[in-house]
C-alpha cells in the first residue's frame, strides 16, 4: 500500500528557495501522477503541480508557473518541488499526493488518492 511521507517545510525570507521532498513508500510511484497541494488556514487546499511519472509531463498553476519546479525520481522513488523567489503569500501547509495508475494532470484534491500529512512553508516578510 502506497504512503508519502513530505520533507524539507522551513521557516524563508521572502526571495529565498525551498525544496519540499515527497518520499513513497509500499509501492512504486511509477504508473502514477504525484500532485503537490497546499493550505493555508483558512482557504481551500490548492493544487499547484502535478508530474506524470510515466511521461515526465507537469502541469504548473498560474500562482507558481515560473517560480516553482516538479520533479520526479523515481530510483529514489521521491518527487520533489523547488521552489524559488518564494513570497509571503507562498505560506501554507504544503501536501504531497498521488492519483493511482493515470496520466492525467489535473490538481483537483477530490481525484487523489493517497496523501501525505503536509510540511509547514513560512515566508517571512
Known amino acids: 500500500q502506497l504512503q508519502l511521507v513530505e520533507t524539507g517545510g522551513n521557516l524563508v525570507h521572502t526571495g529565498g528557495s525551498l525544496t519540499l521532498s515527497c518520499v513513497a513508500s509500499?509501492?512504486?510511484?511509477?504508473?502514477?501522477?504525484i500532485g503537490w497541494f497546499r493550505q493555508a488556514p483558512g482557504t481551500q487546499r490548492e493544487g499547484i503541480s502535478c508530474?506524470?511519472?510515466?511521461?515526465?509531463?507537469?502541469y504548473y498553476a498560474d500562482s507558481v508557473k515560473d517560480r516553482f519546479t516538479i520533479s520526479g525520481d523515481s530510483a529514489k522513488n521521491t518527487v520533489y518541488l523547488t521552489m524559488d523567489n518564494l513570497k509571503p503569500e507562498d505560506t501554507a501547509v504544503y501536501y504531497c499526493?498521488?492519483?493511482?495508475?493515470?496520466?492525467?494532470?489535473?490538481?483537483?484534491?477530490?481525484?487523489?488518492?493517497?496523501w501525505g500529512q503536509g510540511t509547514q512553508v513560512t515566508v517571512s516578510a
Open positions: 499526493a498521488a492519483i493511482l495508475y493515470t496520466r492525467a494532470l489535473v490538481t483537483s484534491p477530490e481525484l487523489y488518492d493517497v
Open positions: 509500499g509501492s512504486t510511484l511509477d504508473s502514477n501522477v
Open positions: 508530474i506524470s511519472m510515466e511521461t515526465g509531463n507537469t
